[in-house]
C-alpha cells in the first residue's frame, strides 16, 4: 500500500513538518521538509 505520512516535529524551536513514505525494501524515503514561517504563524494566531 503506497501512503504518505507525516511527522510534526519542533527542531531547534522551529515546528517542521516531514513527508515521507515507506518504499520496497524496507526503505524510508524523505520527501520534503517544511518550517513554519513567521507569516504562517501570524495566520494561525490571532494578533490582538
Known sequence: M???YELRPTLA???T?????????????????FRKTVCARR?????R
Open 2 to 4: 503506497d501512503a504518505l
Open 13 to 15: 524551536g522551529e515546528d
Open 17 to 33: 513538518r516531514i513527508t515521507y513514505w515507506f518504499a520496497l525494501q524496507r526503505r524510508i524515503v524523505l520527501l520534503t521538509v
Open 43 to 47: 495566520l494561525r494566531s490571532p494578533t
